[in-house]
């Protein structure tokens, strides 16, 4: 079982920067595999998209084309800890971001759907 509460939120001016942190419990923080997911305005659960992800084993990472170049995501195992490093901020960023936690460590690359424990999520709002 894995915990998982974010932070970091808040209201920016589009060009800014945020950095989102999500705190996870338990002592294999490191072999889970993390995401970073959003939900606009309006949309359902299921139009949850997914943001960034990195790897447990390797700690290689994946972005989605909207964010890649702006976004970063790293994690500091030590801290139990996952971070987004958002740059240049566009009103289109606007929502709630989810921190996601699965265990794959067979499956190679960073995956974008099924993940099992979910964060409530904190919420970003970029001003034009």
């Known amino acids: 079982q894995v915990q998982l509460v974010e932070s970091g939120g808040g209201l920016v001016q589009a060009g800014g920067s945020l950095r989102l942190s999500c705190a996870a419990s338990g002592r294999t923080f490191s072999t889970y595999d993390m995401g970073w997911f959003r939900q606009a305005p309006g949309r359902s659960v299921k139009e949850r998209e997914f943001v960034a992800g990195i790897k447990g084993i390797g700690s290689s990472t994946y972005y989605a084309d909207s964010v890649k170049g702006r976004f970063t995501i790293s994690r500091d195992n030590a801290k139990n800890t996952l971070y987004l490093q958002m740059n240049n901020l566009k009103p289109e960023d606007t929502a709630v971001y989810y921190c996601?936690?699965?265990?794959?460590?067979?499956?190679?690359?960073?995956?974008?759907?099924?993940?099992?424990?979910w964060g409530q999520g904190t919420q970003v709002i970029v001003s034009s």
């Open positions: 996601a936690a699965v265990f794959r460590p067979l499956i190679l690359g960073v995956t974008t759907t099924g993940y099992d424990y």
